[in-house]
């Protein structure tokens, strides 16, 4: 696992630690320490700690003028025990809403597992996303993952998609991409 980096083509367009407004800023990171870990295994030092201590994330790309953030996820999105969607909800991405970022895009094909404890944090999420017109998206999180997501019917307040060669992408393109196809949905 600690060969698997954050997708990092799009850093040229924005750095996270380098955001005012992210709440990674400032932030630091080694290339040589590898101290955080999921199921024992250390991951590599450029993901960030957000409070979980099985899912981390890196945010790709915030657009305050489209309004739009793209972050990828890496472990295992533990509610049972460890809450993850509060936290994440919590201490990413409320900072973004607050922001004026109300479309997300979660890079969700390093999740390994998912399990679920209730969903009030997801209908909590999802009224005040879609209250300003915004939405969730999880790209690509594996089957078995995708699986738990849907018997515990959260696909309600996160959409679940597929977009295998979404690394190709502009993060501009990437987000029209995702926001045509959720508007043609809405309007059919």
Not at 51 to 66: P, Q
Not at 78 to 104: C, P, Q, S, T
């Amino acid at each position: 696992m600690q060969d698997i980096e954050p997708f990092y083509n799009w850093r040229h367009i924005y750095i996270s630690e380098e955001d005012q407004r992210s709440p990674f800023f400032g932030r630091t990171y080694s290339e040589f320490e590898f101290s955080q870990t999921v199921y024992n295994y250390y991951i590599h030092p450029q993901w960030d700690d957000f409070g979980s201590r099985t899912l981390y994330l890196k945010i790709l790309l915030a657009d305050y003028d489209e309004k739009y953030a793209v972050i990828e996820l890496i472990g295992e999105w533990n509610d049972a025990i460890e809450n993850d969607i509060m936290e994440l909800k919590r201490e990413v991405l409320e900072k973004f809403m607050y922001e004026g970022i109300y479309k997300f895009i979660l890079i969700g094909e390093n999740v390994l597992n998912y399990h679920s404890d209730g969903k009030d944090y997801y209908e909590e999420l999802y009224e005040e996303v879609t209250d300003e017109n915004g939405w969730v998206v999880c790209l690509n999180m594996p089957e078995q993952t995708q699986y738990d997501f849907k018997h515990a019917h959260l696909n309600r307040f996160i959409e679940l998609m597929e977009l295998e060669n979404w690394r190709t992408y502009k993060p501009f393109h990437l987000f029209k991409k995702i926001d045509n196809e959720l508007l043609a949905r809405l309007t059919n």
